[in-house]
């Protein structure tokens, strides 16, 4: 991995045509939907890929909002779709949560709910602590 980009090995991302970003946790990034990438998982869809180091027992709010398209988001592990979403977030816009139970690399691919939309949006990563009350038996 170098700083702010990465190569993906072992993961099928055979349409990955782009440059991956590192995601990093409380920052807005900034970036645009255009034709130079396409979706590793919607077909004929534009997209842009970003990644992030998981750790165990946080829970990871990945938010995505535009105002040129409808954004849809999808979660990947190892190639396989963890997540994906179109209008959880406020109004149009994306956002998932998901608990983070081991280490691993999770890419993060920004497209749109109509295949050939273009523009400009924000992604951002929170990582909050989640705790097992093991004691119970259960999970708050």
Same mark, same amino acid.
Do not use: K
């Given at each position: 991995v170098?700083?702010?980009?990465?190569?993906?090995?072992?993961?099928?991302?055979?349409? +990955?045509?782009?440059? !991956?970003?590192?995601?990093? =946790?409380? *920052?807005?990034?900034?970036?645009? &939907?255009?034709?130079?990438?396409?979706s590793a998982v919607r077909n004929g869809a534009? +997209?842009?890929?970003? !990644?992030?180091?998981?750790? =165990?027992? *946080?829970?990871?709010?990945?938010? &995505?909002?535009?105002?040129?398209?409808?954004?849809?988001?999808v979660v990947l592990r190892e190639g396989e779709v963890l997540v994906a979403d179109d209008d959880s977030g406020f109004g149009l816009n994306s956002r998932v949560e998901i608990l983070l139970r081991r280490t691993g690399l999770l890419t993060v691919e920004v497209t749109s709910y109509l295949p050939t939309d273009t523009g400009d949006f924000q992604v951002r990563l929170t990582l909050r602590?989640?705790?097992?009350d093991v004691s119970a038996g259960r999970e708050p």
């Open positions: 170098v700083v702010g980009m990465a190569l993906l090995f072992g993961t099928d991302l055979s349409q +990955a045509d782009v440059a !991956v970003r590192v995601l990093r =946790p409380g *920052r807005w990034v900034r970036s645009s &939907l255009d034709e130079h990438g396409s534009y +997209a842009r890929r970003f !990644v992030f180091r998981t750790q =165990p027992d *946080r829970l990871a709010i990945i938010t &995505l909002r535009s105002n040129a398209f409808d954004p849809y988001l602590r989640y705790r097992t």
